[in-house]
């Protein structure tokens, strides 16, 4: 079994100021993590994804997370918010081991970024 | 389709009806998710299709919900004798096994009154 805890539920921060979302899971076994964003009203887009190879990777709209196996945690990174990042943010997990037959994914709870002018 | 399509994207039911949400998943997408997201709360898992395999019912709340995918495409949720605490915005997923990325449709926001 695998869980995913987002450690803030509201994040307000000012706009052009960096934020960080944090993220951390557990899993008995190898996992892929990802980054969701949902806008208001709207269906869930993935951010960015953590497969395999570099620990640090870089998503759309200028986000990256950074995989930290001996810290459980994925957490989500921006150098300069803009008020059209407010939006919530899920963190997921999916077990490595469903490689070939496929395997659910696993939420947090979410964390409303409310960027501020 | 370029997307998950779910349809309706709203509906509203009195309580005690038997209501019907459907999505088609992206073509070619063998595993496909159905999710709840009530107001507030984060993304409960209900269902989970992969392939010809048996589906992974774990998540289902209550014996009122069932699900079926037809011909390893469409998917359809169907709750019976729907209760005011099913109010919620129900999401579907489907991926590719081997990226296990989720694309996620835009959800079908259920009011029961």
């Known amino acids: 079994a695998q869980s995913v805890t987002q450690l803030d539920s509201q994040v307000p921060v000012f706009e052009e100021a960096p934020v960080e979302l944090r993220c951390n899971y557990s899993s008995s076994v190898s996992v892929y993590l990802f980054w969701y964003v949902q806008y208001p009203n709207q269906g869930l887009q993935l951010l960015l994804k953590y497969l395999s190879g570099s620990t640090l990777v870089k998503g759309i709209n200028g986000f990256e997370a950074e995989f930290n196996k001996s810290q459980t945690s994925f957490h989500l990174r921006k150098p300069s918010v803009h008020i059209s990042d407010t939006a919530e943010y899920f963190c997921a997990v999916s077990d490595r081991e469903g490689e070939t037959s496929g395997s659910r994914l696993t939420f947090g709870e979410g964390t409303q970024l409310t960027v501020n002018p | 389709g370029a997307g998950v399509s779910q349809s309706p994207s709203n509906k509203v039911t009195e309580k005690g009806k038997d209501v019907e949400l459907r999505c088609d998943p992206i073509?070619?997408?063998?595993?496909l998710y159905w999710y709840r997201q009530s107001l507030g709360q984060g993304l409960e898992f209900l269902i989970y299709f992969q392939g010809n395999s048996a589906p992974d019912k774990s998540g289902l709340p209550s014996d009122r919900f069932s699900a079926e995918r037809t011909g390893g495409s469409v998917s359809t949720l169907t709750i019976q004798r729907t209760q005011q605490e099913d109010s919620a915005v129900y999401l579907c997923?489907?991926?590719?096994?081997?990226?296990?990325?989720?694309?996620f449709g835009q959800g079908t926001r259920l009011t029961v009154v």
């Open positions: 997923a489907s991926s590719l096994v081997w990226t296990t990325e989720a694309f």
């Open positions: 073509s070619g997408h063998t595993a």
